[in-house]
């Protein structure tokens, strides 16, 4: 088993800065990817980033890209996400989630991830 532990989060006016966690533990070896995902009220799950825990590969969606970053310390066990000008529109609750080796999916593809995160709350207001 795997287990993530978010931290992190929180209000910013638009054009703001946050940095988010991830801590993983249990069964670490299994994981090839980690990714974070984002939920908006009434909205569906959409991939924000992902990484690939051993080569540092790092995946960003469009929406993000330029303005979010991925990384990942193995030492820490621990995945980070830093948001930079933040808008309105990525309000959202946050989630990490991880991938264990082998099982298919693309990398900011909700599907494939079976360890999530309880998820922290961004609030960005104009």
């Known amino acids: 088993q795997v287990q993530l532990e978010e931290s992190g989060g929180g209000s910013v006016q638009a054009g703001g800065s946050l940095s988010l966690s991830c801590v993983f533990s249990g069964e670490t070896w299994k994981i090839c990817y980690m990714a974070w995902f984002r939920r908006a009220p009434g909205q569906e799950l959409e991939g924000v980033a992902g990484i690939n825990i051993g080569d540092g590969s790092q995946y960003h969606a469009d929406p993000v890209k330029g303005r979010f970053t991925i990384s990942r310390d193995i030492a820490a066990r621990t995945t980070y996400l830093q948001l930079t000008d933040l808008k309105p529109e990525d309000t959202a609750m946050y989630y990490c989630?991880?991938?264990?080796?082998?099982?298919?999916?693309?990398?900011?593809?909700?599907?494939?991830?079976?360890?999530w995160g309880q998820g922290t709350q961004v609030t960005v207001s104009s």
């Open positions: 989630a991880a991938k264990i080796c082998g099982v298919p999916g693309e990398v900011l593809s909700p599907q494939g991830y079976n360890h």
